[in-house]
């Protein structure tokens, strides 16, 4: 059997597909990949965490219709090192031939016995999405979701469906990111692991994508890749409590402003816990920063409104809020203990809420 494909195009779709594939796993063969070709012109790759699977299609020229595991690991980076313009695999006698220009490789391939192969998915109900608004929208809330998995209901995005719109819902505790779409009504809200969302929306889409539910999972689907995850079983936090909604004080000001200002405070505040004191004055928010090494003031002119406080943030967590959009941002104060809430000016149906850091 052989194939012959766009060198480009298999990294791109290699890179995509082994995403998923665990670092560690108890189960050796979850750390490879399966390439299924499909005459006259199709190469499949397939892997999967058992949690969730990933499939994507290549266009090759093929003269055999096969299926074959390998080290996912080894071909990826086999795929990455090569520079030609086109690949050629040939199999012979359990043994994967890649050869480019006037490089060649050799490669095993494993027993397909060992390996979870896919299973059957039986849709319940679709739905269909333009693919910037779930990209827009994984890429807005996945940064906050807790990268720790003490809690695993945590480690994911929270679809929360409502009457006229679903909101995705992120959080590690410590902050909030929520953003809301405009989308059919998709039945029960699920939590669906961020890892799954941040792989299918890193991928070249349709226009349109569709979603498929059933009982215990989710796909997600575009000609050329097709993503099954499972739901994440439990309860998401009642995360409307620590949105506030009464506010004191309130800053308005450019992105890049403030996170230059930031970035000027860091070589001191970065020696107590990236801690920002927020300071609003009438017209003016000062941001400073003292340590053992230091003390540091940095005056902004901005719009104000309401009272005069001085608020603790962490410098890491705002920075990580302003890296997800541009252009004006709006920081309301409930009090200097109270959850603070920003938001994009192009943007309010995106809202990030943080608790501030205790006081000296």
Not at 170 to 195: C, F, M, Y
Not at 231 to 257: A, H, K, M, T, W
Not at 324 to 335: A, P
Request: hydrophobic share 40%; aromatic share 8%.
């Amino acid at each position: 059997m052989q194939f012959v494909c766009n060198r480009k195009e298999l990294e791109k779709k290699t890179q995509i597909v082994t995403k998923i594939i665990p670092s560690r796993s108890t189960k050796d063969s979850l750390g490879s990949i399966l390439i299924r070709t499909e005459t006259p012109d199709k190469l499949y790759l397939y892997a999967t965490n058992i949690e969730m699977s990933i499939e994507a299609l290549v266009y090759c020229n093929t003269d055999d219709s096969q299926s074959f595991l390998v080290s996912a690991k080894l071909f990826r980076d086999i795929i990455d090192s090569l520079t030609s313009e086109s690949i050629i695999g040939i199999m012979e006698d359990k043994t994967l031939n890649i050869k480019a220009g006037d490089t060649i490789y050799h490669i095993p391939t494993q027993n397909l016995l060992d390996f979870p192969l896919p299973e059957e998915f039986l849709p319940e109900r679709e739905i269909f999405l333009r693919s910037e608004i779930l990209k827009s929208a994984v890429r807005k809330v996945s940064p906050f979701v807790d990268k720790s998995n003490v809690r695993p209901v945590l480690s994911g995005i929270f679809i929360d469906s409502r009457e006229d719109e679903v909101r995705l819902v992120a959080t590690d505790a410590n902050r909030l990111a929520v953003k809301k779409i405009s989308i059919e009504d998709i039945g029960s809200s699920v939590i669906l692991p961020a890892l799954s969302l941040e792989t299918f929306t890193s991928a070249e889409l349709d226009e349109e994508i569709v979603i498929d539910f059933s009982n215990s999972k989710v796909r997600l689907r575009s000609s050329g890749i097709s993503l099954v995850t499972s739901i994440i079983d439990g309860n998401f936090p009642q995360y409307e409590r620590v949105i506030p909604s009464e506010f004191i004080s309130s800053v308005r000001l450019d992105r890049d402003v403030l996170r230059e200002s930031i970035k000027r405070i860091l070589p001191i505040s970065r020696e107590e816990d990236y801690a920002v004191k927020f300071s609003i004055r009438k017209g003016k928010l000062i941001l400073s920063a003292k340590s053992h090494i230091g003390v540091v003031f940095d005056e902004l002119s901005v719009d104000t409104d309401g009272d005069e406080i001085d608020v603790i943030f962490s410098a890491n967590y705002i920075t990580d809020f302003l890296s997800t959009d541009e252009g004006m941002v709006t920081l309301k104060i409930s009090g200097e203990k109270d959850p603070a809430l920003f938001t994009f000016d192009n943007d309010p149906d995106f809202i990030y809420v943080t608790m501030p850091m205790e006081s000296e």
